[in-house]
């Protein structure tokens, strides 16, 4: 009888799951998700690679005119990041000179691709 009245009250209960991607889940402050790389502040120094425990950052050939402090400089690479092997450390974001790379709260993408790189 118990079992009856169980079923019949979960009848009217909401339900205790997320409805995934639809509904979002709450995602807390100190969250480390997807990292971004600005392509417009990294000078392409090779800091967040020395820098990483997992060696995940590879350094990748790309030329591009920066400017820091109001001069340009010609940078000769940028990092990739390989997102299978990151533990979201933060060692990367705490040695970059120019605050381009970044731990954002964003949820990571499923898959072995390169952290996507904004502008
Ligand atoms: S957060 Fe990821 S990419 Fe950055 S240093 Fe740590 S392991 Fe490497
Ligand atoms: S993201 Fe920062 S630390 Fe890494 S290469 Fe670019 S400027 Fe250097």
């Known amino acids: 009888m118990s079992l009856l009245i169980e079923l019949i009250r979960n009848l009217f ?13 709450p995602v807390p402050e ?17 800091r967040c690679a020395k820098v990483c425990p997992a060696q995940c950052i590879t350094m990748v050939p790309d030329q591009k005119e920066i400017e820091v402090k109001g001069k340009m400089i010609t940078r000769k690479s940028r990092p990739r990041v390989n997102v299978l092997q990151c533990i979201r450390c933060g060692l990367c974001e705490d040695i970059c000179p120019t605050d381009a790379i970044h731990l954002t709260r964003e949820l990571s993408p499923s898959g072995p691709e390169c952290e996507i790189e904004e502008g």
Do not use: Q, W
């Not at 209960?13 to 889940?25: G, I, M, S």
């Not at 417009?40 to 090779?46: A, F, L, N, V």
């Open 30 to 46: 100190c969250f480390r998700g997807r990292i971004r790389i600005s392509d417009e502040k990294c000078i392409g120094c090779s």
């Open 13 to 25: 209960r909401k339900p205790v799951t997320f409805l995934l991607p639809a509904e979002n889940l």
